[in-house]
Nanobody, 121 residues
Framework: QVQVVESGGGLVQPGGSLRLSCAAS????????MAWFRQTPGKQRELVAT???????NYADSVKGRFTISRDNAKNTVYLQMNSLKPEDTAVYVC???????????????WGQGTQVTVSS
């Protein structure tokens, strides 16, 4: 059974940093492409960043230069380092794993429950 579990969310002041973690089990992690999405009430789930099985990365324009996605295949974990956080980054951040690489929701097979990130003073 595949499980995807996020952690690391919380409350942070504008300009601050957080690192999210996503641990996946029940799959051959190194073969899967991974992604972080985020969702706010009333809005469609938005792609934040992706990392392929080979380590290539892609970012939404809104987070380029501030967020970094990385993976540790030995730990079956993907990370999202978030710096210079803004109030508009407030959302539930959801991790996803996909056997096929893509930038859309339907490219990912397995999803976590999400972790709340709130950026506020």
């Amino acid at each position: 059974q595949v499980q995807v579990v996020e952690s690391g969310g919380g409350l942070v002041q504008p300009g601050g940093s957080l690192r999210l973690s996503c641990a996946a089990s029940g799959l051959t992690f190194s073969r899967y492409h991974m992604a972080w999405f985020r969702q706010t009430p009333g809005k469609q789930r938005e792609l934040v960043a992706t990392i392929t099985s080979g380590g290539s990365t892609n970012y939404a324009d809104s987070v380029k230069g501030r967020f970094t996605i990385s993976r540790d295949n030995a730990k079956n974990t993907v990370y999202l380092q978030m710096n210079s956080l803004k109030p508009e980054d407030t959302a539930v951040y959801v991790c996803a794993a996909g056997a096929r690489y893509g930038l859309g929701l339907y490219d990912y097979n397995y999803w976590g429950q999400g972790t709340q990130v709130t950026v506020s003073s």
